[in-house]
C-alpha cells in the first residue's frame, strides 16, 4: 500500500484537489433558487436590510387613529413672582386741560358804554386762547346834583366786559355785586380795570375802599 502511494502520490493529490473543488462547486447555490420555503422564520430582520429598504419600510406604514383625550390633570402649584420690571422713561408733559364756564341771569348780553377806569386793576394771563371770566364786587356810592345813574362795569385789555353790570340810581351808596366773560382772547396778558359811567345828569362818584376785581383765564 505504502509503495503504491509512493508511487502514485502526484495523480492523488490532483484527484483530491479536484473533488474538493468540485465540492465546493456543488455547494455554491444558483442564482434565484432560494425562496421564502428555504428561509427560517426569523432569520431575516430589518437590521439587516439596507438602509433605503429600512426608510421605505418606516415610511409605508400609515399612522394609526389618534387616540382619545386624557382627563385634565391637576392644577399645578403657582409659580414664583418674578423681579420689577425696570421703570420707563417719564413721559412729556401733556398740555393743560380745557376749561369752560357760562354766566346766568338776565343781563348776560348787557355791554355798557365805555366808562372811566377806577378803583383796582388787575391782569390775567392766558397760556393759550381762552376766555376771562371777570367779577366785581364792593361797595359802590355817587352823589348827583338832581336825577342820575352810575353803571359800573370792567374792561379786559381796555374792552368792556359782556354781561358785567351794575348801576345805582340816585344818591346813595349800594354793594354791588356783578360778573362777565369775556369772548375768546389770544394767549397772552391783560389788564383788567373796573368801570364807572354816568349815564345820566351830573354826579360825583365816590370810590369805595372794598371793591375788588377779580379775573379767572379759562383756556
Do not use: W
Not at 432560494?34 to 399612522?63: C, H, N
Not at 390775567?124 to 356810592?141: A, D, I, N, Q
Amino acid at each position: 500500500m505504502l509503495a503504491y502511494l509512493r508511487r502514485h502520490h502526484i495523480g492523488l493529490l490532483a484527484l483530491f484537489i479536484a473533488l474538493g473543488g468540485t465540492s465546493y462547486a456543488a455547494a455554491k447555490l444558483p442564482k434565484n433558487s432560494v425562496g421564502s420555503s428555504q428561509i427560517r422564520s426569523g432569520a431575516v430582520t430589518q437590521s439587516k436590510l439596507e438602509k433605503s429598504v429600512q426608510s421605505k419600510l418606516a415610511k409605508a406604514g400609515a399612522p394609526g387613529p389618534a387616540g382619545a383625550t386624557g382627563a385634565q390633570g391637576p392644577k399645578g402649584d403657582t409659580g414664583a413672582q418674578g423681579p420689577p420690571g425696570v421703570q420707563g422713561d417719564k413721559g412729556e408733559k401733556g398740555d393743560p386741560g380745557l376749561s369752560s364756564a357760562v354766566v346766568g341771569g338776565n343781563n348776560t348780553s348787557i355791554t355798557i358804554a365805555a366808562g372811566d377806569p377806577i378803583l383796582s386793576q388787575t391782569s390775567v394771563t392766558l397760556e393759550r386762547p381762552g376766555k376771562v371770566l371777570v367779577l366785581v364786587t364792593g361797595t359802590f356810592s355817587v352823589t348827583c346834583s338832581g336825577s342820575c345813574t352810575r353803571q359800573i362795569g370792567a374792561t379786559v385789555n381796555g374792552v368792556q366786559v359782556k354781561g358785567l353790570y351794575a348801576s345805582i340810581s340816585g344818591t346813595g351808596t349800594e354793594d354791588l355785586s356783578a360778573v362777565g366773560l369775556t369772548d375768546t382772547l389770544a394767549a397772552g396778558t391783560y389788564p383788567v380795570t373796573i368801570t364807572s359811567r354816568i349815564s345820566t345828569g351830573t354826579a360825583n362818584p365816590n370810590p369805595s375802599t372794598d371793591a375788588r376785581v377779580v379775573a379767572v383765564p379759562l383756556g
